[in-house]
């Protein structure tokens, strides 16, 4: 059951970083609310204050530009995102993950912001977002700071985000010419986080077709989404084949910090890693061929 809390509905942002300041030890920030009222119903939450940030419209927005890339408000939806023309434009792997993360009454009105936040280390965007080398804003009273979506998530359900802070924006680089992503994920209940996600991304040398970048990223295989950094050494620098995925799939399965849970145990995990990198290694490398 929830317990009572005062709900404050801030119109702006200057507005939301001024109560999140007043009431930091006794408030929640609540966007779409889809994680965090589940923690509220369990009983596992029970702020006096919800600061519902919603409403702050001058963080809903999706911003393309050719050379600089994406810029994404926090409060953007999940269904924003994946219906965005702006996705069309090299991010197509961001509309991809979009579709299949949740069902559409969630992504409706859940926020990129707000998973991002929430920490959950099965959540899907993480994983695609650090494959794309994405960088992401946050704003306190303070001022504003800016970091690798690779260094924000520091441990299961923690982020780097600091007391009186908001994420305000997720920034994804235009990617460089010959570069190819792709991510799937294996789960067991339909709509629902990942049991094991892998996120791929290459970028190929115009010439010869070398890999000169390698990101390969997993989502659900330890407290925060991981690159599998051994797997991306075996790749770079080479001409990608059929063997040498193998072994990237190999070398990320034993490097991922596998567990196991009600979902999965840690051998079948592992599995799915191997598998998973192979194939999303093959997609990465089609499409970087075509990029
Ligand atoms: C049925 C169901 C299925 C789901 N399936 C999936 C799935 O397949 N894949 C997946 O990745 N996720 C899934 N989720 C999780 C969900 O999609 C996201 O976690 C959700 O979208 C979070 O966004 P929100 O806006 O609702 O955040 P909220 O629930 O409002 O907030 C989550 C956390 O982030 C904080 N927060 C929110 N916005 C900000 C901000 N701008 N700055 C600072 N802190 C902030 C809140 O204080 C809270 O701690 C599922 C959820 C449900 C209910």
């Known amino acids: ?65 050719a050379k600089q890339g994406l810029r994404i408000g926090a409060l953007t939806t999940h269904r924003a995102i994946e219906k965005s023309p702006a996705m069309k434009n090299g991010f197509g792997v961001l509309a991809e993950m979009e579709h299949r993360l949740a069902s559409i009454q969630t992504r409706n009105w859940g926020t990129i912001g707000g998973n991002i936040c929430h920490g959950d ?42 007391p009186g802070e908001l994420l305000t924006e997720i920034q994804v680089p235009a990617a460089p010419p010959h570069t190819g992503t792709a991510h799937t994920k294996f789960n067991i209940i339909e709509s629902d986080v990942a049991t094991v996600g892998v996120a791929v991304s290459f970028t190929l040398d115009s010439g010869d077709g070398v890999c000169r970048d390698a990101r390969i990223v997993l989502g659900a295989c330890a407290p925060i989404p991981m690159r599998a950094k051994q797997a991306e050494e075996a790749l770079r620098g080479k001409k990608i ?37 192979g194939r999303m290694g093959k997609e990465a490398l089609a499409r970087a061929k075509q990029a």
Do not use: W
């Open 1 to 65: 059951m929830l317990r009572d809390f005062e709900h404050l509905a801030p119109k702006t942002l200057e507005e939301a970083l001024t109560l999140l300041d007043e009431h930091q030890d006794e408030c929640k920030v609540i966007a779409g609310g889809q994680s965090l009222l589940i923690l509220m119903r369990q009983g596992l939450l029970a702020p006096e204050y919800l600061i519902d940030i919603k409403g702050v419209s001058e963080l809903n927005y999706i911003e393309s530009d």
């Open 121 to 162: 280390p099965a959540g899907d965007p993480a994983p695609v977002l650090i494959a794309l080398n994405a960088t992401l804003s946050t704003a306190s009273l303070g001022g504003t700071r800016n970091m690798a979506v690779e260094d924000f998530s520091l441990d299961f359900f923690e982020t780097a985000l600091e």
């Open 241 to 277: 084949t059929d063997r040498l995925l193998k072994e990237a799939g190999q070398k990320a399965s034993e490097e991922a910090e596998a567990v196991s849970d009600i979902s999965a145990s840690e051998e079948y995990r592992r599995q799915l890693v191997k598998v998973l990198v």
